[in-house]
């Protein structure tokens, strides 16, 4: 799973490159739902893409492209 262009290659903690990717669900249904009103089909829950750093343990969760661009048309979420 190639890392996306939008998540730096360096840890900010440590500054390895040796880090890992996976997906995760950001919730709904009966768990709490992490990125809401953000999917870009009805019936479809994104996912994060985390990150966890093997030399240090820093782990990062990053909401993808197409579910951040629903960011300010979404009535769920506030511009600071
Ligand atoms: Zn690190």
Redesign the pocket.
Known sequence: MPLPPSIPRA??????T??YLTKVSTGGGYAPNYLPQLSTKWWTTPRFDVVV??????TQFFAPPENRAKLPTSKGWTHL
């Open positions: 840890c900010p903690s440590c500054g390895s040796d880090r750093c093997a030399k240090c343990g820093l």
